[in-house]
C-alpha cells in the first residue's frame, strides 16, 4: 500500500506573519500561569524543539498529558483569531492531492481537532483516509512527537503502508521519516534543504507520478 503522510502546518496550510512569542503569550503562557508552572519564552521554545521535554511541567506536580490538554484548546483557538483576521490560507499547490493515488494521511504535533478544524476551512477532509494529532490516544505518547518516529510507525501499522512517503516542511518531518524507514520529502516552504531529506520539491505538485520516478 503506497502512502503519503503529510505534515500539515506550513506544509499544507499557510500562517501569514506567524510569531513564535505571539504564539507563546496566546497559547502556553496563560495556561503555564494558571497552572502555576515556572515558563517563559525560552523554556517554551526550547520544549518545541525538543531540547527540554514535553513533560517538563511534571517538575512542578502538573500531568503533561494536562497541560497539553489545556494548550491545545488555546491553540484551537488561535487558529480562531488567525482565520478571522485573514491570516490563515491555504497554499495553493495543495489541489494536487485529489490526484495523488494511495492512501493519504495528515500528521501534526497540533491536536486532531486543530487539524480538522483548519481543514474544514478548505474542505481538505476528504482527502485524507486517517488523520493524527499529538492527543492521539489522549496524549499517551506526548513526549514521542516529531523527530521521534513512533506516531509515524504507528500511521504505518493502522494504514498498512508498505510504501511511506513523509511531506514535510522541516528537520524534524525529515529526520522522523529516515527513523521510521520512510522516504522524506522536504517542501522549500522556510528551509532549502534538509540533510535527512531523500528529495528536495518546491511545490507539491512535484509529487505527481513520485512512485514511479523515484521508488
Not at 497541560?67 to 478571522?84: G, I, P
Not at 481538505?124 to 489522549?138: A, M, P, Q, S
Request: charged share 35%; hydrophobic share 40%; glycine share 4%.
Amino acid at each position: 500500500m503506497l502512502c503519503y503522510i503529510f505534515d500539515v502546518d506550513d506544509t499544507l496550510i499557510k500562517y501569514e506573519n506567524f510569531d513564535m512569542r505571539e504564539w507563546y503569550e496566546f497559547i502556553a503562557e496563560p495556561v503555564a500561569r494558571k497552572m502555576k508552572i515556572p515558563m517563559n519564552f525560552e523554556i517554551w521554545k526550547d520544549m518545541i524543539e525538543g531540547k527540554i521535554s514535553r513533560r517538563y511541567t511534571e517538575r512542578y506536580g502538573i500531568l503533561a498529558e494536562k497541560f497539553w490538554q489545556e494548550v491545545d484548546r488555546r491553540n484551537l483557538l488561535y487558529r480562531k483569531v488567525m482565520w478571522e483576521s485573514g491570516r490563515l490560507k491555504l497554499y495553493e499547490d495543495v489541489k494536487i492531492l485529489k490526484e495523488l493515488p494511495g492512501k493519504k494521511i495528515a500528521w501534526s504535533t497540533s491536536s486532531t481537532d486543530c487539524i480538522r478544524y483548519v481543514f474544514s476551512l478548505f474542505n481538505l477532509e476528504k482527502y485524507f483516509d486517517l488523520i493524527v494529532g499529538k492527543d492521539f490516544e489522549n496524549y499517551r505518547y506526548v513526549d514521542r512527537v516529531k523527530p521521534d518516529p513512533t506516531f509515524l510507525n504507528i500511521i504505518k501499522s493502522i494504514v498498512k503502508c508498505t510504501i511511506c512517503i513523509v511531506i514535510g516542511d522541516d528537520e524534524k518531518d525529515m529526520k522522523a521519516a529516515k527513523n521510521a524507514g520512510c522516504f522524506a520529502v522536504l517542501i522549500t516552504r522556510r528551509l532549502r534543504s534538509s540533510r535527512y531529506a531523500d528529495l528536495v520539491i518546491h511545490s507539491l505538485g512535484e509529487l505527481k507520478d513520485l512512485d514511479k520516478k523515484f521508488l
